[in-house]
């Protein structure tokens, strides 16, 4: 079974800093997607970027990066330019290129943003 | 177009009652899931389906039961809900393929 491991229960960055959230998984797969998703105060969870496992390129989305290291199973989530509203709970999640598409998550980060 | 709505918002249960969460998407998604949320931590799937009347249990489904008649509604069943079963319940929905789950807006239901 898959699993997806954040090892930062919480971080904090001053406002227009950048901020990197760490996330590593396991699994014997070789295809599959991986996710960043924010959860502010509202519960409402929202995606922030997704990868491609067979893509080398990382995804960016905006300020949001990532920097994907397929061979050590590690995928960061970077958030340059820190605003106010960036403040949340953020999971890294997997899931299988087959299947169910069943997400698997990490036990997230809760990130504070400084002014 | 309201996405994936989830019903009630807020329930306080008594040990032992029973209670249906409600959860209807309008995408036509043929995928559908029901996770939980323990205070600090990460979403752990309970159930999911398919497509209409295709159900398969998650990581964590004990004292939990679902159906799906229909591809717009999931209901999740609680059977003799207990203290452990106190967390934040969402519904999400996808099509099938490379394309992200939608999430409802959470169930925070509370068991004394």
């Known amino acids: 079974a898959q699993t997806v491991t954040q090892s930062q229960p919480e971080m904090s960055v001053q406002e227009a800093e950048t901020v990197t959230l760490s996330c590593t998984y396991d699994t014997s797969e070789s295809d599959y997607y991986l996710f960043w998703y924010k959860q502010p105060p509202s519960r409402q969870m929202i995606l922030v970027i997704r990868?491609?496992?067979?893509?080398?390129q990382n995804a960016t989305e905006n300020r949001f990066s990532v920097n994907f290291q397929k061979a050590a199973k590690s995928f960061s989530l970077k958030i340059s330019d820190s605003q106010l509203g960036d403040a949340a709970m953020y999971f890294c999640a997997y899931r299988s290129f087959q299947g169910a598409q069943k997400l698997v998550f990490g036990q997230g980060t809760r990130l504070t943003i400084n002014p | 177009n309201a996405g994936v709505t989830q019903t009630p918002k807020f329930r306080i249960l008594k040990i032992g009652q029973s209670m249906t969460l409600q959860c209807t998407q309008d995408?036509?998604?043929?995928?559908m899931y029901w996770y939980r949320q323990d205070p600090g931590m990460g979403l752990k799937l309970i159930y999911y389906s398919v497509g209409a009347g295709i159900t398969d249990k998650g990581e964590v489904p004990n004292g939990y039961n679902v159906s799906r008649s229909t591809t717009e509604d999931f209901p999740l069943r609680l059977e003799l809900a207990a203290p452990s079963q106190t967390s934040v319940y969402f519904c999400?929905?996808?099509?099938?393929?490379?394309?992200?789950?939608?999430f409802g807006p959470g169930t925070r239901l509370t068991v004394t």
């Open positions: 995408m036509n998604h043929n995928y």
């Open positions: 999400a929905s996808s099509h099938e393929g490379p394309y992200e789950q939608y």
């Open positions: 990868q491609e496992a067979y893509k080398q």
